[in-house]
């Protein structure tokens, strides 16, 4: 797991996880690494000006198979990066964030502008 996450994220990045083993010796490899104790009931902790919790990643996550399992059902290893891009996408542009449809939708057309897709060009990918 740490190989996974030192290689995935910039190391001057804020850190935030949960208890788990997985995430020990991260401390040195980022800007700060913070915890919480979800197993003592510790779910968000106030600490110099910011709160320390893993909700984002987790209602990510919960976008994310939400739209695999009710969507999609199947994703080859090697087009993950393109639905992990699309989740990106809503998850960053949804209504809670003050997006709301229209804006959306313009958004999404200005990332295709002067963009000719092809299958032939994804299937070389």
């Known amino acids: 797991m740490q190989e996974l996450v030192s290689n995935n994220i910039a190391s001057e990045s804020r850190l935030h996880t949960d208890e788990s083993r997985l ?6 490899q980022f800007e700060d690494h913070e915890s919480v104790r979800h197993s003592a009931g510790e779910y968000v ?15 990510y996550f919960s976008i994310f198979k939400r739209g695999m ?6 994703c080859a290893e090697k087009h993950l990066h393109r639905y992990l891009a699309e989740f990106d996408f809503r998850y960053n542009a949804r209504v809670a964030l003050g997006v709301n449809d ?6 999404a057309l200005k990332g295709v502008s002067g963009k000719r ?3 032939e ?3 070389t990918r």
Do not use: V
């Not at 995430?23 to 040195?28: F, I, M, R, V």
């Not at 229209?102 to 958004?107: W, Y």
């Open 45 to 59: 902790r106030k600490a110099e000006g910011y709160k320390i919790h893993t909700n984002s990643a987790e209602g």
């Open 117 to 119: 897709l092809t299958y």
């Open 102 to 107: 229209d804006t959306r939708s313009i958004r």
């Open 23 to 28: 995430y020990t010796g991260l401390d040195e």
């Open 69 to 74: 399992r009710g969507t999609y059902q199947h």
């Open 121 to 123: 060009t994804t299937r």
